[in-house]
């Protein structure tokens, strides 16, 4: 079975400052997209960034950027100046196919537990 | 905005009742999805439906049904609840496959409890 690992359960750190949460994932598809989701206390999940396997380019938006080794099947997620309102559960997760005609769907990791601490 | 609206926040129901969770979308999306979120488990895919009346079973399906009788509803059932599938429940669309890179978008979550 295709997995995504997030090894941090949890994780805090002050406000301002820069935090990084990890994840690995295994795949046997060439092309692929990578997510990274955000569930605050309000339970809505916000996708955060997106990245395709096939850009070497790291995909950034705004304070939030990912480190993607393809080879290594990692895609972390920092956050620079963190925010109050980053508190959050982050999840990662990747495409795998699931049918005959191409679609496909979300697997996801079993979250990150982040709290910006004031 | 675009909206996945779920019907119920919050649900508490009995052992041996069948239960319905709907879920509607307004963005005419080809794809819904029924997942299932635990702690320490993360996300876990029940059932999804790529196109009206279809349905293709995910990686947790026992206990669980569906229902996509229109494009934008999707309904999950349980036919008889029990306590093991008390359970924080989140349904999303997604487009079809050309724009699988923009993602779900999700609804709020049923946060479901079997007594």
């Known amino acids: 079975a295709q997995t995504v690992t997030q090894s941090q359960p949890e994780m805090s750190v002050q406000e301002a400052e820069t935090v990084t949460l990890s994840c690995t994932y295994d795949?046997?598809?060439?092309?692929?997209?990578l997510f990274w989701y955000k569930q605050p206390p309000s339970r809505q999940m916000i996708l955060v960034i997106r990245?395709?396997?096939?850009?070497?380019q790291n995909a950034t938006e705004n304070r939030f950027s990912v480190n993607f080794q393809k080879a290594a099947k990692s895609f972390s997620l920092k956050i620079s100046d963190s925010q109050l309102g980053d508190t959050a559960m982050y999840f990662c997760?990747?495409?795998?196919?699931?049918?005959?005609?191409?679609?496909?769907?979300?697997?996801f990791g079993t979250g990150t537990r982040l709290t910006i601490i004031p | 905005d675009v909206k996945v609206t779920q019907s119920s926040r919050y649900l508490v129901k009995r052992t041996g009742e069948k239960v319905f969770l709907e879920c509607v979308q307004d963005?005419?999306?080809?794809?819904m999805f029924w997942y299932r979120q635990d702690p320490g488990l993360g996300l876990r895919l029940i059932y999804f439906?790529?196109?009206?009346?279809?349905?293709e079973k995910g990686d947790i399906p026992e206990g669980y049904s569906v229902s996509r009788e229109k494009k934008e509803r999707f309904s999950l059932i349980l036919e008889s609840a029990s306590t093991n599938q008390t359970s924080m429940y989140l349904c999303?669309?997604?487009?079809?496959?050309?724009?699988?890179?923009?993602?779900?978008?999700f609804g709020s979550g049923t946060r479901l409890t079997v007594v």
């Open positions: 997760a990747f495409t795998e196919p699931i049918s005959n005609f191409g679609n496909e769907k979300l697997t």
């Open positions: 795949t046997s598809e060439s092309n692929y997209y």
């Open positions: 963005m005419d999306h080809e794809n």
């Open positions: 439906s790529y196109d009206v009346k279809m349905k």
């Open positions: 999303a669309s997604s487009p079809p496959i050309h724009r699988q890179g923009d993602g779900y978008t």
């Open positions: 990245q395709e396997a096939y850009k070497q």
